[in-house]
Nanobody, 126 residues
Framework: VQLQASGGGLVQAGGSLRLSCAAS????????MGWFRQAPGKEREFVAA????????YYADSVKGRFTVSRNNAKNTVYLQMNSLKPEDTGVYSC????????????????????WGQGTLVTVSS
């Protein structure tokens, strides 16, 4: 099972990036999923989560109104659209998911997941 994040890069403050997380090895179409990030020298933090249907989404206060999480279950892929980027958004972004499709989305919010993907680096210059 693999979760592979992509789409990171270097962008100026105020710019946008779209991250993708492609799952392989099993389907996650029935699982809540989430995005986390880790800035240099800091703990990993929750960024966004989405229910299996996409009907419910949750965001960290620091990204509300700027980031949008979405998913395409037919492609087994979750996305993170990041707009109005700030230097403090710099970090390695990873996607994550619980193993069980019945796990509540709170499991993702709390970071109590079973699968962590390889991250993608986002660097926002001022």
């Amino acid at each position: 099972v693999q979760l592979q994040a992509s789409g990171g890069g270097l962008v100026q403050a105020g710019g946008s990036l779209r991250l993708s997380c492609a799952a392989s090895g099993r389907t996650f179409s029935d699982n809540a999923m989430g995005w986390f990030r880790q800035a240099p020298g800091k703990e990993r933090e929750f960024v966004a989560a989405i229910s299996w249907s996409g009907g419910s989404t949750y965001y960290a206060d620091s990204v509300k109104g700027r980031f949008t999480v979405s998913r395409n279950n037919a492609k087994n892929t979750v996305y993170l659209q990041m707009n109005s980027l700030k230097p403090e958004d710099t970090g390695v972004y990873s996607c994550a998911a619980p193993s069980s499709p019945t796990a509540p989305i709170k499991v993702v919010l709390d970071g109590l997941v079973d699968y962590w993907g390889q991250g993608t680096l986002v660097t926002v210059s001022s």
